[in-house]
């Protein structure tokens, strides 16, 4: 990890990255490389610090209430392949995770959002399969393929997990696990589209 590259940390994506994308890069860049260096020294940091600031009991649920806030940290732009397309699938999985504290304990919503959730992971599946297909050509794309099947990698076993924990739910009706990995989720769904705009922008 570089001193620009952000953690998969869940505080980071949800409360950090948003809050420093309303500032310049001149001004974000010094915070972001300092947050980024204390995770990478002290993993857990920058949730810690969130919470301390916050002080909420349940930093998961929230963490997860916010996790369909945008922002351009992994927002692609408008010169890349699918580039709205991926947008939109992204944030659309987004909004439907960070639904699901409201949602889980009725029972005929929460099966109707796990099967929207199942789709939107099949459509993002599929814009990010379409953006790689139409930059295949490009030699940076090609040069990062191992990257970019690594996290896409990533995305597919987040997914499953999330799963998991669905099918755990109905059986213990614990739901602090369900928003953990809808969290989880969420994170790398965000990586993933980061890795993209890297990528991208690399070319």
Known sequence: MNNSEPPPSLAFYTVLAPLLSKFSNDQARPLREAFVFAEKQNPGFIHDFVA???????????????GSTQCNEYLIGSG???????????QVLRGLLSGIPDLITVRSSFLQTIKDIAQSIKDLLNAVNGY?????????????????????????????AFSDSLRNYFKDSQASIVFLSANKLITQTNVLMRTIKIISETG
């Open 52 to 66: 301390g600031v916050i002080q909420n009991e349940d930093m998961t649920e929230m963490l997860l209430r916010l």
């Open 132 to 160: 790689y297909n139409a930059s295949s050509n490009n030699p940076i794309v090609a040069q990062n393929k191992r990257l970019f099947d690594h996290q896409k990698k990533n995305f597919v076993r987040c997914s499953k």
């Open 80 to 90: 890349v392949e699918y580039h709205a397309e991926l947008n939109e699938k992204a």
